[in-house]
Every structure is written in structure tokens, then in C-alpha cells.
């Protein structure tokens, strides 16, 4: 696989020493169309709803009877926006609250089923409202795969096994259940996650003693009526890779999938910054870290490599994005953050980092779906925006399921000065980051057309892009742009346009050699395009 990055300036993000910026920056991209192998899995557009906040409740869910606008008590406005980004999988019910929730407290008539402190959370009463069926047919109404995360922190083996059973059997006690529930048919549900961050709010497990209770759990997760299971097991945290070796050693393919969370964040102790109010610098570092993800991925994926050498074992990075300090007048422990154009990028920068190494990574969640962490949608009353994070994906759905293609990326680069470094704390925690000044992906969709999407992280400068298809014509190129004049934007419930999607038209073809394409890209942007092949 080919990309490489040229520097031709070197800067210290707030701190800027040797070259002068230059007015405009400019980069080639050379893309290789005859060489896509590995095709980037739809399912690394998953996403992720935890009862967490206002996620399900308010956010998804309203009930029957709510004057929103609904269907069988799902908001018509946010299944109708979801419904455009194509959504291929959604993992609920947590997180930290699927390893305190007991599935039987969410099913039969709604008026009877009991109340608990969520007390991981906020400690919000939860009414379970929202179980087993609602989610379900909320998945079969959005067309995507159910992710159903497992209890095995305060759980028990039958407690799992029989959920599983009354999800997906076509007779026996607990299918007759479901039927008595409303539910005749057995639902498909094939990804189950056996436990989550058994390592903290899963259990605070070692990692030999979760291997030893992820054996156990998974042997009786069963296989009904033509159902087959996926089973992820709960992994590492960012750069935890001694986790991820001895599930390798321990678990192996008794497990389908591993899971990784990696999280923008600040740290985990004090102030997470605030989502809108944030300087250059702030800005520069948050993509720095973002872009740390890559080797934290290529170590664990050189962990699973020497267990696994066949790629059998996926790995899924079933939680990321950013993580800001809550919004002032919140209620602390609901999560809810606002999403600016700075949250765009790491969309952005993320999903260029997992088409690269999709021959591994099977499948990745963002957090969360709605009103929690890095959303695609904000809900108030009556009221939804969409966030920037939702353009990104709305821009990359034509990357699903398309044939990753490689390329050679040529930009500019900038240092960025990690200042939350302390030496030791982490292996991988460096002093600086190389920031590339653009981020870059490409794919060729079954229907032959080759998208590219491209991200101008500079705040000031434009950027010239000399894209090269290697041989191959373009006929026509069509794209669209996200930017925005600040890159503080974000939409809120009074002004829910400020930031959105548009025709981007300044892109062309060569006339004289149509295997060439120029395109200008403002500063603070990230654009899609679209090219038809020619002969
Ligand atoms: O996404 C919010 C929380 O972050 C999840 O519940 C947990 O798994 C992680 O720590």
C-alpha cells in the first residue's frame, strides 16, 4: 500500500519557526485505479446508541403518544436524516450501560416493566421504554445490521444465553415469549459484543481473567434457526497492547472480532476543552491526536498478525471520536456536546485512517448516534440539526462497500507540538505529531465510478491539488464541499444552516491529458468528488 507525504514546510502549530508560510499550498495525489484490492466494508460507517443522555430518549426515541412527530415512537425527522447516511450497523445498548442492563427489565408491555437508576450516567431513571423490540425494529426501519452489546460485568451466562435465544430462535420457550411479546418472526442479529471495556466499567478484569469469562459467556451464545453469530470480544483502550496479546493468546478465533476504542480527548482527568471555544493551536492538536490513531491501529493489527496471519480476526474500532467537556447547563454525566467544523475533521481524517486497513478492520462505531459525544444529530424538544460530523458521512456514503484504491499523497506537512505531552506516560505519546496539511482517500464503487475525498486542514491557506488517475481518463468530475468561514461553526436549534453541504465546482479535468484533474480547495475544507470513467 502507497502513501507517502513530502515536507516542504515545517511549523510549530502557534509556534512558528523557520519557512515562512507560503500563500497557497500545493500537493499531488496520484492514485492508482488499477490496483484496488481490499474493499472498504460498509460497516465501517457503524454507529453507536447507548442509553446515555437524551441518545435514545429524545434523541431517537419518543414513544407513541409524544406530540413529535414519530412512527411507532421513533422520530420521523431523525430516522428520515439517518436514513441518508445508509447506516449499516448500530451497536446499543452501551458502552459502560450495556454491562448493568438486564434485557428482561425491557420487554413486555411497557407500562409494567420496571424503573432503575442509571447510574452510570447521571444517574437518570431509565424507564426501559426502549428494550429488545424497540431497538430491533428500529434497526430493521433504518435497514441496518443490530450490534447488541452482551452483560457480562453484572450479568450472568444464562441471562446472555437466553437473550440471545429470544432474539434470534424460531421455537421454543423463549421464541414463544416473543411471539407473546408482539413478535412472531425471529429477528437476524448477527454481531453480539461479550462485554465492553472489560478492563473498566466492563468488570475491571484482567485481561487472562476476561479471556477465561469471555470463553465461557461466548460457548453459550448459540446459533439459532439459521442465525450465526459474530462474536466480538470486548479489547483494548488506546495504547493498551498487552490486552490485546493475550486475548490473541488466550481468546483467538474463538472470537470473530476484537474491539479497539480510541477517543479524541484531551485526557481523562480535568477539563476536556470546550467544543466551540478553542485557538488555532487547540485546533491543530486536536487532528495531531486524531491522527495518532494510525499507530496505535498498526500496532495491535501487528499483535493480531503474528496469532492470526489470515486476517480471520477483525478489528473493530467500535468507539471513537471526539470527547469535549459537556455544554454548560447540561446535565453532568449526559455527555452532550456540540460539533463544530474541528469535529468534521476528524470525521474526516478517521475514516481516510480506516480505508487504509480495511483487510483488518471489519467494522468501526462512532460515538454516538445522537445528543451524545461526536453526533451526527442534536435534538431539543421538537427540534433537530444536523451536526458537521453528519455532512462527513453523508459525503463518504459512496465509499461504502467500494474498492479501496492506493495511492501516492505528495503535501505539505506542519509539526504540531503536542502539549499535553508528559514523557513516559506513554509509549506512544510523542512531543510532536507530523500533521500532513491535506488528508486524502479514494474508491471505486461497483457502479465504476472513483470518489476521492479530500481534506484541506490548513485554516488559512487554499491548496491546489494535482490529482493523477495513473492512465486512467476521467470523462466528468462532479463534488461537493463542506467548509465554513469559522472553523468554530456549528449549527444550533436557531441556526441549524450554518454549516452544511454544497456543490463544489472547482475541480477540471485536463482537456489535453484527461488522466489529470486540478482542484482548488479552500482553506478549513473537505470536498468529495465524483468521476466518471472514460475510455
Ligand atoms: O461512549 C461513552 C462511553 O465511553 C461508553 O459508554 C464507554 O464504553 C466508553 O468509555
Request: aromatic residues 10%; negative net charge.
Amino acid at each position: 500500500m502507497k502513501h507517502f507525504i513530502s515536507a516542504s514546510a515545517l511549523l510549530f502549530a502557534g509556534l512558528l519557526v523557520g519557512l515562512p508560510a507560503a500563500a497557497q499550498r500545493e500537493a499531488t495525489l496520484t492514485i492508482h485505479p488499477s490496483q484496488g484490492e481490499n474493499i472498504i466494508s460498509r460497516n465501517i460507517y457503524g454507529q453507536f446508541a447507548e442509553h446515555l443522555g437524551t441518545c435514545i430518549y429524545g434523541g431517537l426515541w419518543v414513544g407513541e403518544d409524544s406530540p413529535i412527530a414519530n412512527t411507532r415512537g421513533y422520530r420521523n425527522d431523525v430516522v428520515g436524516a439517518l436514513k441518508e447516511l445508509h447506516i449499516p450497523v448500530l451497536r446499543w445498548p452501551g458502552g459502560c450501560f450495556a454491562d448493568d442492563y438486564h434485557w428482561e427489565d425491557g420487554i413486555g408491555p411497557r407500562s409494567q416493566r420496571p424503573q432503575k437508576v442509571n447510574s452510570t450516567w447521571g444517574g437518570t431513571v431509565e424507564d426501559n421504554s426502549f428494550g429488545t423490540h424497540e431497538f430491533l425494529n428500529l434497526c430493521e426501519l433504518l435497514e441496518c445490521e443490530p450490534y447488541v452489546s452482551m452483560n457480562i460485568g453484572s450479568g450472568t451466562v444464562r441471562e446472555t444465553a437466553d437473550w440471545v435465544e429470544y432474539m434470534t430462535a424460531d421455537n421454543g420457550p423463549q421464541a414463544e415469549r416473543r411471539a407473546r411479546n408482539g413478535r412472531k418472526e425471529p429477528w437476524k442479529v448477527k454481531f453480539i459484543g461479550v462485554g465492553n471495556e472489560a478492563w473498566g466499567c466492563g468488570g475491571n478484569m484482567t485481561p487472562q481473567y476476561y479471556s477465561d469469562e469471555y470463553r465461557r459467556y461466548a460457548t453459550y451464545c448459540h446459533d439459532f434457526s439459521g442465525n450465526h453469530l459474530f462474536k466480538i470480544a470486548s479489547g483494548a483502550s488506546d495504547y493498551d497492547y498487552e490486552w490485546t496479546e493475550t486475548l490473541m493468546k488466550n481468546v483467538g478465533n474463538r472470537a470473530n472480532g476484537l474491539s479497539l476504542h480510541y477517543y479524541t480527548v484531551l485526557g481523562w482527568n480535568g477539563s476536556k476543552g470546550n467544543a466551540t471555544r478553542f485557538t488555532d493551536d487547540d485546533y491543530y492538536w486536536c487532528l495531531g491526536k486524531c491522527l495518532g490513531i494510525e499507530p496505535v491501529i498498526q500496532r495491535h493489527i501487528g499483535i493480531m498478525d503474528r496469532y492470526d496471519p489470515k486476517k480471520r480476526i477483525g478489528l473493530m474500532v467500535d468507539e471513537w471520536g471526539t470527547w469535549w467537556d459537556e455544554e454548560d447547563g447540561t446535565i453532568p454525566g449526559h455527555l452532550f456536546q456540540q460539533n463544530t467544523m474541528r469535529d468534521a475533521f476528524v470525521a474526516a481524517l478517521s475514516l481516510n485512517v480506516f480505508h487504509k486497513y480495511t483487510d483488518r478492520i471489519q467494522m468501526t462505531n462512532i460515538a454516538q448516534i445522537a445528543n451524545v459525544l461526536q453526533s451526527m444529530i442534536l435534538t431539543q424538544g421538537d427540534k433537530m440539526v444536523l451536526t458537521p460530523t453528519y455532512y462527513v458521512f453523508k459525503m463518504y456514503v459512496p465509499h461504502q462497500d467500494a474498492t479501496f484504491l492506493p495511492f501516492d499523497l505528495k503535501c505539505d506537512q506542519m509539526d504540531v507540538r503536542n502539549e499535553r505531552f508528559t514523557p513516559g506516560r506513554s509509549q506512544d505519546e510523542e512531543p510532536f505529531r507530523h500533521l500532513p496539511m491535506l488528508s486524502a482517500t479514494a474508491s471505486r464503487s461497483a457502479d465504476g465510478f472513483i470518489h476521492v475525498s479530500l481534506a484541506n486542514v490548513d485554516l488559512k491557506q487554499k491548496q491546489t491539488v494535482t490529482i493523477s488517475l495513473d492512465g486512467t481518463k476521467a470523462e466528468s468530475v462532479t463534488g461537493t464541499i463542506l467548509t465554513s468561514t469559522n472553523i468554530a461553526d456549528h449549527n444550533t436549534f436557531d441556526r441549524p444552516q450554518t454549516v452544511h453541504e454544497a456543490p463544489f465546482t472547482d475541480a477540471k479535468i485536463d482537456k489535453k491529458d484527461k488522466t489529470k484533474l486540478v482542484v482548488t480547495l479552500p482553506a478549513k475544507s473537505i470536498v468529495t468528488l465524483k468521476l466518471k470513467i472514460g475510455n
